[in-house]
């Protein structure tokens, strides 16, 4: 699909892992304009993680053009990320993790406080909104690792939001959550791509999108095999009709 000023253009990329024989996305292009709602689709192995992360300059890109919220991915990874929330896939912390869950959404905003400026009123006022956002308010002083994997996941997200991300990329965070979570973070990420926000995410759980047009980007062994839009209760179904079968869903 074509975009006008998009906030993630991707033009021929191929990454590929260390020593890999083969590149692992090949020709993947895409384009991703500011507050879409984009879910990434496919079967496991299909290179969806490996999207994400190249997206986000955690990857060596080999060939193609990358530019993310204005910044060029290659070679300006780190200011990439400073401005895209990231959502890891099936992460856990250790029980003994000695962090509670303010302080976890607090170090969100390290990257806009710098090493070495402590933290100030405006980063407790976002960690505050952030908690509130998720609903984990009740939780703000409890030790992450005791918490229950959906939890984590909230804490999480919450710490990507504290950092007020113009592109949000979410790796199936729907995997540890019951439907009732699933139901409240889908209202969330209607309200934040509402409010501008661009949302990717990879996702085998359909229910509850967000009432919006779905942009649908589905893969198949590190390329794109179908990029479009449509309803929201339609995304399982073309996303089947891709020949996708969800093995994990
Ligand atoms: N760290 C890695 N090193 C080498 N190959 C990897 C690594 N991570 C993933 N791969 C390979 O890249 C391909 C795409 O993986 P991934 O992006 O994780 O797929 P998906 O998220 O769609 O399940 C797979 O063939 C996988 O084995
Ligand atoms: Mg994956």
Same mark, same amino acid.
């Given at each position: 699909?074509?975009?006008?000023?998009p906030?993630i253009?991707?033009?021929?990329?191929y990454?590929?892992? !260390?020593?890999?024989?083969?590149?692992?996305? #090949?020709?993947?292009? %895409?384009? $991703?304009g500011?507050?879409e709602?984009?879910? +990434?689709?496919?079967p496991?192995?299909?290179?969806k993680?490996?999207l994400?992360?190249t997206?986000?300059?955690?990857?060596?890109?080999?060939?193609?053009t990358?530019v993310?919220?204005?910044?060029?991915?290659?070679g300006?990874?780190?200011?990439v990320?400073?401005?895209?929330?990231?959502?890891?896939?099936?992460?856990?912390?250790?029980?003994?993790?000695p962090?509670t869950?303010e302080?976890v959404?607090?170090?969100?905003r390290?990257?806009m406080?710098?090493?070495?400026?402590?933290?100030?009123? !405006?980063d407790?006022?976002?960690?505050e909104? #952030?908690?509130?956002? %998720?609903? $984990?308010?009740?939780?703000?002083?409890?030790? +992450?690792g005791?918490?229950?994997?959906g939890?984590?996941?909230k804490v999480?997200l919450?710490?990507?939001?504290a950092r007020?991300?113009?592109?949000?990329?979410l790796?199936?965070?729907?995997?540890?959550?019951?439907?009732f979570?699933r139901?409240?973070?889908?209202?969330?990420?209607?309200?934040?791509v509402?409010s501008?926000?661009?949302?990717?995410?990879?996702?085998h759980?359909?229910d509850?999108?967000p009432?919006r047009?779905?942009?649908v980007?589905?893969m198949?062994?590190?390329?794109?095999?179908?990029?479009?839009?449509?309803?929201?209760?339609?995304?399982?179904?073309?996303?089947r009709?891709?020949?996708?079968?969800?093995?994990?869903?």
């Open positions: 699909m074509t975009v006008s000023d906030v253009r991707l033009e021929n990329i990454t590929a892992y !260390e020593g890999a024989d083969r590149p692992t996305l #090949a020709d993947i292009s %895409l384009s $991703i500011k507050g709602f984009v879910v +990434i689709g496919g496991n192995g299909a290179g993680t490996t994400l992360e997206i986000n300059g955690m990857l060596p890109i080999t060939h193609g990358a993310v919220c204005g910044q060029n991915v290659r300006d990874g780190v200011h990320r400073c401005r895209v929330g990231y959502l890891l896939q099936n992460f856990t912390f250790d029980p003994l993790t962090f869950v302080e959404v607090l170090m969100g390290f990257g406080i710098g090493l070495f400026r402590k933290p100030g009123r !405006e407790y006022e976002a960690v909104k #952030a908690l509130q956002l %998720l609903g $984990i308010q009740n939780i703000a002083t409890r030790p +992450i005791q918490l229950s994997g939890q984590q996941q999480l919450a710490q990507n939001l007020n991300p113009e592109v949000l990329l790796d199936e965070p729907f995997s540890n959550l019951d439907m979570a139901e409240s973070i889908n209202a969330l990420l209607a309200q934040l509402g501008g926000i661009t949302v990717v995410i990879v996702s759980a359909f509850d999108l009432d047009p779905v942009r980007v589905v198949h062994d590190g390329k794109i095999s179908l990029d479009r839009e449509c309803h929201p209760a339609e995304v399982g179904q073309v996303i009709n891709a020949g996708s079968v969800p093995r994990d869903a």
